[in-house]
Structures are given as C-alpha cells and as structure tokens.
C-alpha cells in the first residue's frame, strides 16, 4: 500500500490583509507525489455489474478503490454488498459488482498516489 507525506497548508494566510471578514481557507497540496482521484457514480437498472469509465485514464492499475451502495430510499434498500472486479479493472475503467440484482446508484472513488 502507497504512503503519502505531504502537507496542507492555507495559501490565504501568507498574505499581509486584514480584512474585516475573514476569508475562507484556500487549502493547497504540498507533497512530493502526484495524486489522482476520480470520483463517479454507476447506476444499476436490476443488474449486479456495472462499469465506471475514467475521464482521464491513469497509467497503470495501481490505484484504490472505495464503493458504496446508495440507499434508493424505496422499501427494498441496497441491501446488497458491493465488490471490485479484479480480472476485469483496466487503466481506463473499473468493474463493480454487486451480490445480488438491485436497482440504484453505487458511488465509486478511485484515489492513486504516486
């Protein structure tokens, strides 16, 4: 599993003004890697697979995902437990799949650090 070392730090509080409000936090990186995140949602329509198309495709396949049913909010729920598909993750998507047919929204992260 990648490690990460960085930092955020406040671009708003290196500058000298004293305003009578004060702004919001402009939170800024500073680390010694990049990072890649994509964030996307895939609808299931009474299936148990479903793919997420990265906008931007990354290098290579190393990269963690994180999945979640959404709860529909119709009697049945997503009573379902939600899984990657290793055989089938390419750079350019991401295989969900899911234990039973349901019908409802998956919201997927990919983060890659390095």
Do not use: C, H, W
Request: hydrophobic share 35%.
């Amino acid at each position: 599993m990648p490690k990460l070392r960085a930092r955020l730090i406040d671009r708003n509080r290196y500058a000298k003004r004293y305003p009578l409000i004060r702004a919001p936090k402009r939170l800024t990186y500073l680390g010694e890697t990049d990072i890649a995140m994509e964030l996307g949602s895939v609808y299931f329509d009474n299936k148990d697979t479903g793919t997420l198309t990265f906008e931007i495709p990354l290098p290579d396949t190393s990269y963690q995902v994180v999945a979640t049913a959404r709860d529909s909010g119709n009697s049945e729920g997503a009573d379902v437990n939600i899984y990657i598909d290793g055989q089938n993750t390419t750079s350019e998507s991401v295989t969900i799949k899911a234990s039973a047919l349901f019908t409802g929204y998956v919201d997927v992260f990919v983060v890659r650090v390095g």
